[in-house]
């Protein structure tokens, strides 16, 4: 007699999926059945549908379009709406959303920024606020100059949990400041977004990165800048890594605080 696997068996789970074929295209919904072994997270199940693109009803439908790198919460390219919520594909688990058989799942694009196709959107406004703000640490011409300055361990652990963001969306998303824009002459009015002010007190920080303090400051008290901020704190409710958002809106406003004294004093 051969002995009964105790091993979980597969259930089905109904994935119930807002669709789009391009930008101004009209919007659909599509349901799947998909099996999901134990385990098994957004990513896979959606990866099933892609191999298998024939909705509940047995029609053949495309594949569905969804953007992914790393698959373990780093690259955040992820990022959409699972029964409502922002967050990471990658990191939510069926267990957890459906641990029973028969369950659905509902997947919607991100609708602060513009949309590719169905689950894949453009996440380029993000990435253009961190250039405004200039996120990074200059260091062309300076390789020569010998040892830079040191960093305490308090101020590396400060700046360490700042620097896992991913640039996943999460908090723009969340933010009812944050709003859909159609090009870039509007992105430099609207609301920069949480992800961005974090990011500018990250390398504010920094012994040679605050170099730029100045300018990422000047840019922050601008139009657009952090006095859009409504303070509503879901940013730091959806943040997958966790970041002390608040912490950082509350520290660039002391330091702009400042920076507007200097220059009122020196003109500069």
Same mark, same amino acid.
């Not at 999460?170 to 961005?196: D, M, R, T, Y």
């Not at 730029?212 to 000047?218: H, V």
């Given at each position: ?6 091993? @979980? ?15 101004? +295209? ?57 029964? %409502? ?13 459906? @641990? ?75 933010? @009812? ?8 002459? *509007? ?19 920094? @012994? ?16 657009? %800048? ?18 002390? *958002? ?21 003109? +500069?």
């Amino acid at each position: 007699m051969v002995a009964e696997s105790n091993a @979980p068996k597969a259930r089905t789970i109904r994935f119930r999926i807002k669709r789009q074929d391009g930008p101004g +295209k009209p919007s659909r919904w599509e349901e799947f059945d998909v099996p999901v072994d134990p385990g098994a997270n957004v990513i896979s199940c959606l990866q099933w549908i892609a191999a298998h693109p024939v909705t509940r009803q047995g029609q053949r439908t495309t594949p569905v379009a969804w953007d992914a790198c790393c698959l373990e919460e780093v690259c955040g390219a992820c990022s959409m709406l699972i029964n %409502g919520s922002v967050r990471q594909a990658c990191s939510c688990l069926i267990d957890e959303y459906a @641990p029973y058989d028969g369950d659905m799942i509902t997947l919607e694009p991100m609708s602060k920024f513009p949309l590719v196709r169905d689950l894949f959107v453009d996440r380029n406004r993000l990435f253009h606020n961190l250039m405004r703000v200039k996120a990074w640490v200059p260091i062309d011409g300076t390789y020569d100059l010998g040892k830079g300055p040191k960093a305490t361990p308090r101020n590396q652990q400060m700046r360490y949990k700042l620097s896992e963001c991913m640039s996943c969306g999460c908090c723009l998303e969340a933010c @009812p400041q944050f709003v859909l824009e159609p090009n870039e002459v *509007l992105w430099n009015k609207s609301f920069i977004g949480a992800h961005a002010v974090s990011q500018a007190r990250l390398f504010n920080e920094h @012994p040679t990165g605050s170099v730029l303090k100045g300018d990422r400051l000047e840019v922050l008290m601008g139009r657009g %800048g952090l006095s859009d901020c409504g303070n509503a704190q879901n940013c730091a409710e959806v943040c997958p890594k966790e970041i002390p *958002l608040t912490e950082s809106i509350g520290a660039i406003g002391r330091a702009m605080t400042v920076q507007s004294f200097k220059r009122f004093f020196t003109g +500069k």
